[in-house]
């Protein structure tokens, strides 16, 4: 039985003025009385529009008004939830031993020629394999990244508790349930990805670990074919690791960025090699070069009209992430080396050496931005990272060692 979706969004607008709005009171307001059930999914897909939030006991409440606050954001690890949720697809295909014998051995072969092919600025040949090898490699480190980009925007309360997302490339999902982890509880969100490739399913498997008011929706297609308007004025617009692999990156970032909110925030995330950080720098220049569109960081904006001209290789240190399990279990899986030190001493990977971010926010015609309001650029690479001599490039959790990078296009990552 269907729902009359007028009539209920009419008692909603109305009830969560007086109470919690409980789908087995509604359905009696309603024309021929549908079944509760039906009803409280009619009502979760209508919860964004309605400013809506579903309580643990099923009933649903208004989303707070007050910005997201900054969560203190120091990942020491990629959740377990979700590095189980990658194992759980890596079983599913290969079995239980799926880090021995030739299946292992293929993931780490494939993790080589990704690496390789990121080195010599070749095209990857991307398929599920390819997916689940980017995603032990890199899910923890695009994870983490993406929450350091978001801090600018919550501490200066440009993060809502609503928000519409849509997401570029979305890849494997590392910056997705970033977004998730990121929000506080009672945040509602309408997320939309858009993503071509193999990397959708394993996408859809981690989306499949976040909560009820993350509500989610996967376009199969490139960023070129899609159309943005279709999804509605969105809060935050994410490009993560994908600009560099954009046949037009410019144009197709600047016309993305037609369908921003007021005050809506694009967030571009990019390794901070010499070149991609660059080109990053470039693509924002060109996207807000005689627009409203404004840029908030890393470099105040002191003078009107007036933009730094400098190539933009700047970075952030930030602290350093345990290896995820399936990493250390497909290292241990081929040639295995240990170094023991009586003191309990743990040698940890570097949280990423990829990352650049850059936020482009819509600032109304005329209207001067402060500090200002309108978009962020942060490139973050730790010790340990590109140009470090301390740093193992590579490297899986069992000893096995990848080619040192070159400076370049994102690892593994096919041009669309």
């Known amino acids: 039985m269907s729902v009359d979706r007028e009539s209920l969004r009419e008692n909603a607008k109305y009830l969560q003025h007086v109470r919690p709005i409980d789908p087995e009171e509604i359905y009696e307001y309603l024309p021929e009385q549908p079944h509760p059930a039906v009803v409280r999914q009619a009502l979760r897909e209508e919860a964004f529009g309605l400013g809506l939030r579903e309580q643990s006991d099923g009933t649903f409440v208004p989303v707070e008004t007050t910005p997201a606050p900054t969560p203190g954001w120091e990942p020491t690890a990629f959740p377990d939830r979700y590095d189980r949720a990658l194992e759980g697809v890596l079983i599913e295909r290969f079995g239980r031993e799926w880090a021995t014998g030739e299946s292992g051995y293929t993931l780490r072969e494939r993790i080589r020629e990704l690496k390789e092919n990121y080195y010599r600025g070749q095209t990857a040949e991307y398929d599920a394999v390819a997916a689940l090898a980017y995603a032990i490699y890199h899910g923890a480190d695009f994870y983490a990244a993406t929450g350091y980009a978001l801090d600018p925007l919550a501490e200066r ?11 570029v490339g979305a890849g494997t999902g590392g910056p997705a349930v970033a977004l998730h982890d990121y929000l506080p509880e009672d945040a509602v969100v309408d997320y939309h990805a858009v993503e071509p490739s193999a990397n959708a399913e394993l996408l859809g498997e981690l989306l499949g670990e976040t909560g009820r008011n993350f509500r989610t929706t996967v376009h199969r297609t490139t960023a070129e074919a899609f159309d943005p308007g279709t999804v509605g004025a969105v809060d935050l617009l994410l490009f993560g690791n994908v600009v560099s692999e954009l046949a037009t990156p410019a144009a197709t970032v600047r016309r993305y960025c037609e369908t921003l909110a007021a005050d809506g925030t694009c967030l571009l995330l990019a390794p901070a090699d010499l070149e991609t950080a660059t080109g990053l720098r470039e693509v924002e220049r060109t996207v807000t070069d005689g627009s409203e569109l404004g840029v908030y960081a890393p470099t105040l904006r002191l003078w009107d009209g007036e933009d730094p001209a400098d190539g933009g290789w700047s970075f952030d240190e930030r ?62 690479r730790p010790a340990g990272g590109v140009g470090d001599p301390r740093h193992q490039p590579g490297e899986l959790s069992g000893g096995e060692a990848l080619p040192e990078p070159r400076r370049g296009r994102q690892p593994g990552v096919p041009r669309r």
């Not at 993060?159 to 997302?165: C, D």
């Not at 290896?323 to 030190?341: D, F, K, N």
């Not at 940890?348 to 209207?367: I, K, L, N, S, T």
């Open 157 to 167: 309360g440009l993060l809502s508790r609503r928000l519409r997302v849509l997401d």
């Open 319 to 380: 602290g350093s992430l345990e290896p995820p399990a399936t990493q250390g279990t497909v290292g241990r899986g081929g040639r295995t080396r240990r170094v023991s030190r009586p003191d309990g001493g743990v040698r940890r990977r570097p949280v990423p050496q990829h990352e650049c971010a850059v936020r482009v926010h819509v600032a109304p015609a005329g209207r001067r931005t402060p500090a200002p309001r309108a978009g962020e650029c942060r490139q973050t």
